[in-house]
């Protein structure tokens, strides 16, 4: 069975300083995993996406993952973080199929 | 944008009555999905549509059904709208497996049920 781990519920950087969400996945075959951002009061926008071509993926505004099979992780990552950056991050996983799993979610506060 | 129009945006309905979120798109993509946002849960699929009247159920499907009679258009109805139902749905669309693609979401419907 497939599910994912967003192992933190809540991140708060200050602006400039690096931004790492940790997502974990659970999968027996090679997934396809993505991560995704929501704005308050708003849709869901892909910020990135793997489907087993180069294992560094990046992303829309400076963001990017690696995925790490031995570790099973696909953590997000930006080297410097924005006041715009603030949202709730997804992490997501499929596997060939006609569904996506979705992580609880990592809310990102950034401080002046 | 993807031509994602969730209608409602919002909506308050009674217990007990019946309801029924529309979704509609114009992108001619074959997959259609209904997904509910609770705070701690992330999105949870509802059901989903591979097709014209082809359907099937997510992990949360109870109390939910759905109907797809044409490419651009996945109901979803509340037979009899409970309290935990309240909740934000959105609506998604794909071109296929998400292998070689993604998806597209709405912006929403923010359903009160009192």
């Known amino acids: 069975a497939q599910s994912v781990t967003q192992l933190d519920s809540h991140v708060s950087v200050s602006e400039g300083t690096p931004v790492l969400l940790r997502c974990n996945y659970s999968?027996?075959?090679?997934?396809?995993l993505f991560w995704y951002v929501q704005h308050p009061n708003k849709g869901l926008q892909l910020l990135l996406k793997y489907t087993s071509a180069a294992t560094l993926v990046k992303g829309i505004n400076g963001f990017e993952a690696e995925f790490k099979k031995s570790e099973t992780s696909f953590h997000l990552t930006k080297p410097s973080a924005h006041m715009s950056d603030a949202a709730e991050y997804f992490c997501?996983?499929?596997?060939?199929?006609?569904?996506?799993?979705f992580g609880t979610g990592t809310r990102l506060q950034v401080f002046p | 944008d993807a031509g994602i129009t969730q209608s409602p945006r919002h909506k308050v309905t009674e217990t007990g009555t019946p309801v029924t979120l529309r979704c509609h798109q114009t992108?001619?993509?074959?997959?259609m999905y209904w997904y509910r946002q609770d705070p701690g849960h992330g999105l949870r699929l509802i059901h989903y549509?591979?097709?014209?009247?082809?359907?099937d159920k997510g992990e949360v499907s109870d109390g939910y059904s759905v109907s797809r009679s044409k490419t651009e258009d996945f109901l979803l109805t509340l037979e009899s709208a409970t309290s935990s139902q309240t909740s934000v749905y959105f609506c998604?669309?794909?071109?296929?497996?998400?292998?070689?693609?993604?998806?597209?979401f709405g912006q929403g419907t923010r359903l009160t049920v009192v």
């Open positions: 999968s027996s075959y090679s997934p396809s």
């Open positions: 998604a669309i794909s071109e296929g497996r998400f292998m070689n693609t993604e998806a597209f």
């Open positions: 997501v996983v499929s596997h060939n199929t006609d569904k996506l799993i």
């Open positions: 549509s591979y097709g014209v009247k082809d359907t």
């Open positions: 992108e001619n993509h074959r997959y």
